[in-house]
């Protein structure tokens, strides 16, 4: 993978975006990242790293929780220790 220019990805919406669609597409890709986030924790080696970027009230918050709201993002799977 090459670099990452943040500044170079735009902050909008892409044009004709589904709603409902990205929402069903959201949901799969959160299933897959809590099986992967998972299987990282437990081999102890590796990390996730998400980047979130967009304009204040762009809903970054509301992303934040869709994402991690289904795990605990420390691979604890709510578990205290």
Known sequence: MGKIVLKEISTRAPEGLDKK???EKTEK???E???LQNLLFAEGKHSVLIVIQ???GSG???VIR???G????TGRNGKIL
Do not use: I
């Open 21 to 23: 669609e990205t929402r």
């Open 29 to 31: 890709l959160v299933a």
């Open 33 to 35: 990242l809590d099986e």
């Open 54 to 56: 967009g304009m204040d």
């Open 60 to 62: 970054k918050d509301g």
């Open 66 to 68: 869709k994402c991690t």
């Open 70 to 73: 289904q795990y605990e993002p």
